[in-house]
């Protein structure tokens, strides 16, 4: 048996656990795609303090949260959304920002695709081969950020919500949910930075 007849029986073997359980939980990634550069900036300096994911679905919060944090403060300084942006602990300067992101829905789940295993079975294996739809990922995410002034007082708070599906074939069956955890980041940022500006935030 070679490495594809292999695979092949590996995927029709989810297939039939999916089609028993109806669905099940990915587990989640915290990875994001590289920013594009904001349009609107705001001239301050920023510190990203606390990253959590309140969701009870989500196991090894800490772990997660950690590695969140780190990805958005990159984010946030490829994206260029302020003029400078670091991650706590630091010296906050009485002008800074600082930043608390809550994610209290970030859950990532696998459905069987209708078709795909009567389609599978139909045509004995042809429709996986050439690529045709097995599963379909939905991810489903939302989260908050707020944002206070160096003595700790809230100047704003913003909220998004972003729900994305995609097919998923053989060739392409390991889970990312990258765009949908992107787009929360951007979404939340680029409110946030409006808010400040509509709020005459600036100094």
């Given amino acids: 048996m070679n490495r594809l007849s292999r695979y092949f029986y590996v995927q029709l073997i989810v297939l039939v656990m999916l089609s028993t359980s109806g669905c099940v939980n990915l587990p989640p990634s915290t990875n994001l795609k590289s920013a594009e550069h904001a349009v609107n900036i705001l001239p301050k300096t920023i510190w ?20 969140l944090r780190g ?12 003029k400078e942006a670091n991650a706590l ?5 009485k002008d800074d920002l600082v930043l608390d992101f809550e994610f209290d829905h970030f859950i990532q ?11 599978s079975i139909g045509t004995l294996g042809l429709y996986m081969v050439f690529g045709g739809p097995i599963a379909v990922d939905e991810s489903n995410l939302s989260g908050h950020l707020i944002v206070k002034d160096s ?13 994305e599906d995609h097919y998923v074939s053989m060739y392409n069956s390991i889970p990312t949910g990258l765009e949908a955890r992107t787009s929360l980041v951007s979404e ?5 930075v409006n808010e400040l500006k509509n709020n005459n935030y600036k100094h």
């Avoid at 602990?89 to 300067?93: E, L, T, V």
């Avoid at 003595?151 to 729900?163: C, G, M, P, Y």
């Fill in 109 to 119: 789940e696998r459905h069987l695709h209708p078709l795909s295993l009567p389609l």
């Fill in 151 to 163: 003595n700790t007082l809230v100047l704003t708070r913003v909220s998004a919500e972003i729900q």
């Fill in 89 to 93: 602990p630091g010296i906050i300067g």
């Fill in 48 to 67: 990203v303090d606390e990253v959590k994911v309140t969701d009870a679905n989500v196991k090894n919060q800490k772990v997660i949260e950690e590695s």
């Fill in 71 to 82: 990805n958005i403060t990159t984010y946030i300084q490829e994206g260029g959304y302020f």
């Fill in 188 to 192: 939340l940022l680029t409110k946030c």
